[in-house]
């Protein structure tokens, strides 16, 4: 298996290339770019639909034939404003001019051609609160089941307070029982808040074949190809993460660890 923690391999230009061939799998791809004022970048889709995700900075962004104009206006991921992004269907090519520094999160999976280009926010995306206690985060969706405008992908962005969890309590999707489960790949883009902090994410089955523990950095990328995924900021440091989910139904269903399972009902109760 191809190693889950994934560092980025620069500072400048393209910093991420995760690949299905890559990583072992058959849906998910995620890329990122990290430009300078006046630098482009440029992709052709093939058979895969694409979402851009303006992180930070401006842009200007032509794609399946037309000129979107200045996408984004949030400066640093921390302001937890909504994101500018870009849904590109597969058979098509986007090209992105950076007006500002910028970092842009081109999000993949397998496209067939039935939905159009579109804008996606800030309008419409709106950052709602998730769990409760030291497991509260806060959510901007970027493209969940309810949208009915892409074929494949699932995209969400989350932001976990200083000492609290996120992904939890622990969860796998990695069976397709629907409407029990679902079989979703999935990627995790890392930010920290300050820079120099870090985090924890950890990958295991119930069975303990796939038991790993990552110690995540500000700009790492962790593969979640089966099992249960929960992760933690420690106390002074504050945690961001992209999440690109992919696989045969659009539609995220999943099941809990055993060991949590009376978390939930005291949740509920």
């Known amino acids: 298996m191809p190693d889950l923690l994934c560092r980025p391999f620069g500072t400048h230009g393209k910093v991420h290339q995760i690949t299905p061939q890559a990583a072992g799998w058959r849906y998910v791809g995620f890329s990122l770019y990290r430009l300078r004022a006046g630098e482009t970048a440029a992709e052709a889709t093939g058979d895969q639909e694409a979402i851009l995700v303006m992180v930070e900075g401006r842009a200007r962004i032509e794609a399946a034939g037309q000129d979107w104009g200045e996408l984004g206006d949030r400066m640093d991921v921390f302001e937890k404003t909504p994101p500018h992004c870009l849904y590109v269907p597969n058979g098509q090519d986007w090209r992105a001019e950076a007006t500002t520094d910028c970092t842009i999160a081109v999000c993949t999976a397998p ?19 998730r769990g409760k206690g030291s497991n509260t985060r806060w959510i901007n969706n970027i493209a969940m089941e309810a949208e009915d405008w892409c074929d494949s992908l699932l995209v969400t962005e989350v932001f976990t307070p200083a000492g609290n969890w996120s992904s939890y309590p622990s969860h796998r999707h990695d069976e397709d029982d629907f409407p029990r489960i679902t079989y979703l790949e999935e990627t995790y883009y890392h930010r920290l808040n300050p820079r120099e902090g870090w985090g924890i994410q950890r990958v295991y089955t119930d069975d303990g074949s796939l038991d790993e523990v990552m110690a995540v950095r500000d700009g790492d990328v962790v593969l979640v190809p089966r099992g249960h995924h929960p992760c933690g900021a420690p106390h002074g440091f504050e945690m961001y993460y992209l999440n690109v989910m992919a696989g045969p139904r659009r539609a995220w269903r999943f099941v809990a660890a055993p060991e949590v399972e009376g978390v939930i009902a005291r949740d509920k109760g």
Not at 116 to 128: E, Y
């Open 111 to 129: 496209g067939r051609g039935g939905h159009p280009a579109r804008r996606i926010g800030p309008d419409g995306i709106t950052l709602t609160q």
